[in-house]
């Protein structure tokens, strides 16, 4: 958005408005200057000028008051005046200055001067000065004034009712350093550089109320309308009714350029080029109605830090199809529509560094349109570069860009919130290029997205969604909601709808997605939901309220980085769940309090490494379906539950990897499939072993354990397995000696074992009642035949002999 530089020459005065150079002209003083003596009367009479009948001859011709007579003056030129131009040249001069004072004001009219085709005009070739006490109204008549390098300095007032004012060679000053009022009621105004409000402390004030204003550029100087031009000073536009056209230039309408700058349009058409609001100055733009279409930007608070710029749209249409709407590009700026409709291309909340910007949706229609438009595509950028904060609210009305990219964060600090209205997106991205921080809050409304919401787009950024009312659609069939794209995410639900066809938390790598539900309702579809999605990220989901549903498609907590789910309230419906899924990946679901449903469970892979566990410590957890087929498969890693209910329909452990641990709670299991050779439970007890002899595989607590009793014989389950028992028979004891009998020198001892165990007879010598505990082999190793409990003996020869006498005991060895 650069500014060319434009020179006005042949004159004495210049003044420096802030890059552009205006000059006025003055009148040659080797002319006559030609002064109105008469009162009121007819400007081509003679008798009425202190030099005769104004021409080309004058310098400079002056009405203004204090003349005698005094008081109130009027000179007409009318279709007379028109007539007798033909004889006397009267209606071509050089200067006009019309004035007057308090007593004695003055008023120029021209009136029906116009009568008939091919009539000259009145002309002023130079300049039209309309001093204090001036007055100038134009009546069917047309006037031009300004060769190249003329002016009109308006400081007081001046009426198009109907007919022309053509100026398009002349700079016009509305207030040029007092204070000056122009109203166009009807007619047509040619003009080509306006300030309004221009140097020092002037005021100006531009009423457009009907007919037409066009600006237009020349080769030399380019069409523009400032608006309070210079510091001190005050300019007010007004657009009532008719036409106001500013050629397509940069910088063609500044509202503050470098004083207190306002335009009002609540009715007619605007055709502007660029827009400026505020470039040095405070500027306000105020929409109250009527058409305003904008061929370039339009720019709030421009060119410097302090500027301030705002918009305030209360109805009718604006259009900015071609360009960008800048809400802050340098200053603070602040666009409010609460009525209306804005047909927009692209729009900047906050621009450049240290620039603030605030854009609130209170109401109407809001629209991007399809844009060919190279440099400003469709984007909605809230903080567009470092350093900058951008700030969006909408409260009401619709806002549609179903054809654009809204970019929450894309380099500063941004915030948007939706509390209320429609909003109908494309992709949105939260937290977009580097070290940006992006917040999207939902409090209300209608938000349907047809692609993407991207939160934490790119390393280094910080996104964060907060829902707590209304409802967030994402329809896309791809990734839809990505938490963590490769920065860091937050998303917390705590009242509403969400809903979307596929949620990722944590997407590529060194990526950390959140996502908290506190309430309300999320529904993932048949895209599925995936937590810690690549390499060495990291996806947790938080469940402290609300419903989590995600029953027509696969979770996967834990697909290739680290993910986690975590619930102490709340219910969670899924369909199946994979925990833990491709290479060293890992997954966790802790159930601490809440109801979660599904139909299917995996948790980790031994070929792959990956480690999926099921903690559950309070709540409900069940795996079921209406044909009970539901599965738990504990494939690497481990379940494990201290407290609360667990119900599944059938558990599946085939490998070496997995465990099944039970140290509370209560468990529900239909059927299980189980390696018979493996120890699901890990307490040392074989599952075939346990299931044979009526204890629970996937319990190793109570009666069950490697410490448990069932039968009461003392001897533990673990001691009976070892044995070759049944820890079910109280007469099943193992290693139990049986008789001892002397034959001759002989001992015979006999004692009940498990075919196939390897068992050994020690003895230690004693005294009666006592022996010295040191016990040593005095067999071989003896091994009954077959599997079942057994009777086995052996004969200790010499053993009766034996002094101090033998104690004997038969023990199991390895």
Not at 404 to 414: E, F, I, R, Y
Request: proline share 3%; aromatic share 8%; glycine share 16%.
């Amino acid at each position: 958005m650069k500014r060319a530089n434009w020179l006005w020459v042949g004159c004495t005065v210049a003044t420096v408005l802030y890059g552009y150079f205006f000059t006025e002209g003055i009148a040659d003083a080797t002319l006559t200057t030609n002064s109105w003596t008469a009162s009121g009367n007819k400007w081509e009479l003679g008798v009425n000028w202190s030099a005769g009948v104004p021409s080309l001859a004058n310098a400079i011709d002056l009405v203004t008051g204090g003349a005698i007579p005094a008081g109130p003056r009027t000179i007409t030129i009318d279709a007379t005046t028109v007539a007798s131009n033909a004889i006397n040249g009267c209606m071509t001069v050089s200067n006009v200055t019309v004035g007057g004072i308090n007593i004695a004001p003055d008023t120029l009219s021209l009136n029906n001067a116009n009568n008939a085709s091919g009539n000259n005009v009145m002309t002023i070739l130079s300049g039209l000065t309309i001093s204090s006490h001036g007055f100038m109204t134009i009546t069917n008549s047309t006037l031009k004034v300004g060769l190249p390098g003329g002016y009109l300095i308006d400081d007081s007032f001046l009426t198009i009712n109907t007919g022309s004012l053509i100026g398009t060679n002349a700079s016009a000053y509305i207030g040029y350093t007092g204070s000056g009022q122009m109203t166009i009621s009807g007619g047509t105004w040619l003009g080509n550089a306006v300030s309004v409000g221009n140097y020092g402390s002037a005021q100006g004030t531009l009423t457009i109320a009907g007919g037409a204003v066009t600006l237009q550029s020349t080769e030399t100087s380019p069409a523009f309308l400032w608006i309070a031009s210079a510091a001190g000073t005050a300019g007010t536009v007004w657009l009532t009714g008719g036409q106001l056209t500013v050629d397509d230039n940069t910088f063609s309408v500044i509202i503050g350029n470098g004083g207190t700058g306002q335009m009002t349009v609540s009715n007619g058409t605007w055709y502007g080029g660029s827009i400026t609001v505020g470039a040095y100055g405070p500027g306000t733009l105020t929409l109250a109605g009527g058409t305003s279409i904008l061929y370039e930007y339009l720019a709030l608070a421009d060119l410097v830090g302090n500027a301030t710029g705002t918009v305030w749209m209360t109805g009718g249409e604006l259009e900015t199809t071609n360009n960008v709407t800048d809400v802050g590009v340098l200053g603070v700026g602040q666009m409010t529509m609460s009525n209306g409709i804005w047909l927009a291309n692209a729009i900047w909340v906050g621009h450049v560094t240290g620039s603030q910007g605030t854009l609130t949706l209170a109401g109407g229609t809001t629209t991007f349109m399809n844009s060919t438009e190279e440099f400003f595509p469709n984007f909605l950028t809230i903080a567009g570069e470092a350093g900058t904060t951008g700030t969006l609210w909408m409260t009401g009305g619709q806002f549609t860009m179903t054809n654009a990219t809204t970019l929450v964060g894309s380099n500063g600090v941004a915030q948007m919130t939706v509390s209320n209205g429609t909003w109908l997106a494309r992709d949105v991205f939260v937290g977009f290029g580097p070290n940006s921080q992006g917040t999207l809050s939902v409090a209300g409304g209608t938000n349907l997205f047809t692609s993407i919401l991207d939160v934490g787009r790119n390393t280094g950024m910080t996104g964060t969604v907060w829902m707590s009312g209304g409802e967030l659609i994402v329809t896309n069939t791809g990734v839809a909601i990505a938490l963590g794209d490769s920065g860091v995410a937050q998303m917390t639900i705590s009242n509403g709808f969400c809903q979307t066809p596929a949620l990722y938390v944590a997407y590529a790598s060194s990526a950390q997605g959140t996502l908290s539900l506190a309430g309300g309702t999320l529904m993932v579809g048949q895209q599925g939901m995936i937590l810690g999605n690549g390499p060495g990220n990291t996806g947790s989901v938080w469940m402290t309220q609300g419903r989590l549903i995600t029953t027509n498609a696969l979770t996967e907590v834990g697909a290739a980085g680290v993910g986690s789910l975590t619930m102490s309230n709340g219910t969670w419906d899924a369909g199946s769940v994979v925990v833990a899924d491709f290479d060293d990946s890992e997954g966790t679901i802790s159930a601490i309090g809440g109801v979660a449903t599904m139909t299917n469970l995996v948790l980790g892979d031994c070929a792959t490494g990956a480690e999926g566990f099921l903690v559950v410590k309070n709540g409900n957890v069940f795996i079921t379906n209406a044909t009970h087929t539901a599965t738990l498969d504990v494939r690497n890693g481990w379940m494990f539950i201290s407290g609360g209910q667990l119900v599944v329909d059938r558990v599946v452990m085939t490998n070496e990897c997995g465990l099944f641990i039970q140290a509370g709670g209560t468990v529900s299991v239909g059927s299980v499939l189980l390696d018979p050779n493996l120890d699901a439970d890990d307490d040392g007890l074989p599952n075939g072993w346990e299931i044979a002899h009526g204890l629970n595989p996937l319990s190793s607590a109570g009666k069950d354990g490697a410490d448990g009793d069932p039968d009461g014989d003392g001897f533990t389950n673990l001691e009976e397995y070892e044995a070759g028992t049944d820890p079910q028979n109280p007469n099943s004891n193992p290693l139990k000696i049986t008789s001892i009998v002397q034959q001759g020198n002989d001992i015979l001892l006999t004692w009940t074992t498990a075919g196939g165990k390897t068992n050994r007879v020690q003895a230690a010598t004693g005294v009666a009642g006592s022996y010295s505990n040191n016990f040593a082999d005095v067999s071989p190793v003896i091994v009954p035949a077959g599997y079942d409990l057994t009777s086995a003996s052996y004969l200790d020869v010499g053993g009766a002999t034996n002094v101090p006498a033998r104690y004997y005991r038969v023990r199991l060895v390895p």
